[in-house]
């Protein structure tokens, strides 16, 4: 499921006539409530990082949860750039792009990363929800549609209900249902967006298809690439890439830097025209301080590396490979993802928490999804793999996921 797919806040009770009800008070309420179905979020402090090793709470865990796909977050190139760009620049970009903000490691960032996705231009942003509420702001407007797919992250869903487009969400990966609310407002504005890969589900959207739909329906389809830059394509290029489509058939794509690329924040990458567009209308752009040059600096250097180091992506493919066929042998619930997204569906909240921590018993930190991430009766384990990993690594884990329960109070995987 996109993260946030149904996440939405529970509804208000409406205070009784001649009362006003106090926000935080209520906001304790609702956080009680989660607390009592086992939903409540909470932080964990990681103190040290080191390669998938993590160190909280003193303890030495190895982690299968990072987005850190091809492992470059600690790359030592990276830190280089870094370094030598605060000592240069500093580290505040000190205003706005607009303003004074925008540094040539900026402008060098956005010229690799057009060049990388086959693009015109491309538009930092500090981060990829902000990305997706300006873009979906600057491009959309009230009696619009917005067509989306019902497991699409949260801030594309974010993102059209903000502009006050009218937002129609089709069945998971339903290209003829996606038709239907297209041709539902046949006089209107629309746009298509989709995720590349879905976060919490790790599949791949059928892009070409969506392509195929929006050319007869002469909608404008947007994806969101966060998980698919740097893993998928002959280059590391995406998702859109893989499936051979460029900026006529995608005209508007997002991807974010804090992912494969091991980095910080996020772009938009398309026409002349749109960029020129967002530089006038994406109030999340406009009214944003710049992210630190040499954050810029540094996922320049991680684009790089991404696009030369084709071993990574071979090697995380080799680990996908492993992970599943041992898992099938074991008969584990896995849901059928080509992606370093590999989620192991429990069902019941309590189980996947219960699966958590008997996992981190083991020496392993994995992530318990529950709702409303993902919808009721669909909580999982949500493992990721890197190029950080080794073989012995995933056997480890496979080891460990032997041993979990099939019944009882930790419920059974369905």
């Known amino acids: 499921m996109g993260v946030g797919a149904v996440q939405r806040r ?15 008070e209520r906001l304790a309420a609702q956080t009680a409530e989660r607390e009592h179905a086992s939903l409540r979020r909470r932080l964990r402090t990681i103190e040290h990082a080191e390669g998938p090793w993590l ?10 949860c990072s987005n850190d796909y091809l492992g470059l977050a600690q790359h030592p190139q990276l830190i280089a750039a870094l370094k030598r760009a605060a000592d ?13 903000g925008h ?14 996705t086959g693009r015109e231009r491309a538009l930092l942003f500090s981060t990829g929800y902000m990305a997706n509420l300006g873009t979906m702001q600057a491009l959309l407007a009230r009696g619009d549609i917005c067509v989306q797919d ?44 989709s995720d590349g890969v879905f976060s919490m589900d790790g599949d791949v959207a059928p892009l070409a298809r969506l392509a195929a739909l929006c050319a007869r329906e002469n909608a404008t389809l947007m994806v969101d690439d966060a998980h698919g830059l740097g893993v998928l394509g002959a280059d590391g290029a995406g998702s859109v890439a893989a499936a051979s489509l460029g900026q006529r058939e995608v005209p508007v794509l997002m991807a974010t830097l804090g992912k494969a690329l091991g980095c910080s924040g996020a772009f938009v990458a398309g026409s002349a025209a749109l960029i020129d567009g967002l530089l006038q209308f994406a109030r999340p752009y406009i009214y944003t301080t710049a992210m630190p040059p040499a ?38 619930p896995l849901l059928d993802s080509p992606s370093a997204i590999q989620p192991l569906l429990l069902g019941d909240a309590q189980a996947a928490l219960n699966a958590a921590q008997a996992l981190e018993r083991h020496g392993l930190l994995v992530t318990a999804i529950r709702p409303p991430t ?28 032997a041993t979990l329960p099939r019944g009882g109070s930790a419920g059974r995987p369905v």
Request: proline residues 4%; aromatic residues 4%.
């Open 374 to 401: 993902v919808p009721q009766g669909q909580a999982r384990l949500r493992i990721t793999l890197s190029a950080a990993h080794e073989d012995e690594h995933v056997d480890r884990l496979l080891d460990a996921l």
């Open 295 to 332: 954050l810029a600096a540094a996922a320049c250097t991680a684009v790089e590396l991404a696009r030369r180091d084709g071993w990574r992506r071979d090697k995380l493919q080799a680990l996908i490979a492993r992970f599943r066929a041992d898992a099938a042998q074991l008969g584990l």
């Open 55 to 64: 160190e909280s709470d003193g303890r030495r865990l190895l982690g299968f």
């Open 150 to 193: 019902k497991l699409n992250h949260a801030c594309l869903l974010d993102g059209a209900q903000l502009a006050g487009a009218e937002l129609k969400r089709y069945p998971h990966a339903d290209i003829e249902a996606a038709a239907r609310q297209l041709a539902s407002r046949p006089g209107a504005a629309a746009l298509l967006a």
């Open 88 to 100: 240069d620049e500093g580290v505040g970009s000190g205003s706005a792009h607009l303003v004074c």
């Open 10 to 24: 529970e509804t208000a009770t409406p205070p009784a006539p001649g009362t006003r009800a106090g926000l935080i």
């Open 103 to 116: 540094r040539r490691e900026h402008a060098q960032l956005e010229e690799a990363l057009a060049e990388w």
